[in-house]
Antibody
């Protein structure tokens, strides 16, 4: 059974940094691309980043480009999202998701990030 | 970036109704559209990929169609368990983009 478990969220001040983790199990992590997708409170879904299975390519939404970095450690079955220069508009539930033929198929339960002074 | 215009923002239906949600892309997305269902407090669930391919476990009352820029998603014979929000996602081009969502409520 595919499982994705996010962690690392919390309450932080504007301008600060945070690093999210997503531990994967139930599949060969090193064979699949992985996404980060977020959802602001009572708002819609926003795709924010994709990393290829071998980290050879990384893509970002314009809203986070230059501030967020997606990475992975295939030896630890773990996906990361390093978030710098956080803004109030980054407040959201952050989901990691496993790709299946380009589509985010399996999603974690999400981790909440709140940016507030 | 490709914009996805989803409508309506909300929908009220009675049990047994057929409902349809549309998404229009700002350019041809070559049928690379997926549809997700999200219930309150839960992660989204993929229902349909590549316009009309149902995921394993998706009931046959769900369907999708379209081409080019225009796509639709339908639920025939709405059941109480279908009350949720629905989102389209284009995955033809990066960055991927979601529609704004449709909240389905019971009349």
């Amino acid at each position: 059974e595919v499982q994705l478990v996010e962690s690392g969220g919390g309450l932080v001040k504007p301008g600060s940094s945070l690093k999210l983790s997503c531990v994967a199990s139930g599949f060969t992590f090193s064979s699949y691309g992985m996404h980060w997708i977020r959802q602001a409170p009572k708002k819609g879904l926003e795709w924010i980043a994709l990393i290829y299975y071998d980290s050879s390519n990384k893509y970002y939404a314009d809203s986070v480009k230059g501030r967020f970095t997606i990475s992975r450690d295939n030896s630890k079955n773990t996906l990361y999202l390093e978030m710098n220069s956080l803004r109030s508009e980054d407040t959201a539930m952050y989901y990691c998701a496993k790709t299946s033929t380009r589509v985010p198929l399996y999603w974690g339960q999400g981790v909440m990030v709140t940016v507030s002074s | 970036d490709i914009q996805m215009t989803q409508s309506p923002p909300s929908l009220s239906a009675s049990l047994g109704d057929k409902v349809t949600i549309t998404c229009q892309a700002s350019q041809n997305i070559n049928k690379y559209i997926a549809w997700y269902q999200q219930k309150p407090g839960k992660a989204p669930r993929l229902l349909i990929r590549y316009t009309s391919t149902l995921e394993s476990g998706t009931p046959s009352r769900f369907s999708g169609s379209g081409s080019g820029r225009d796509y639709s998603f339908s639920i025939s014979n709405v059941e109480s368990e279908d009350i949720a929000s629905y989102y389209c996602l284009q995955y033809d081009n990066l960055p991927y983009t979601f529609g704004a969502g449709t909240k389905l409520e019971l009349k």
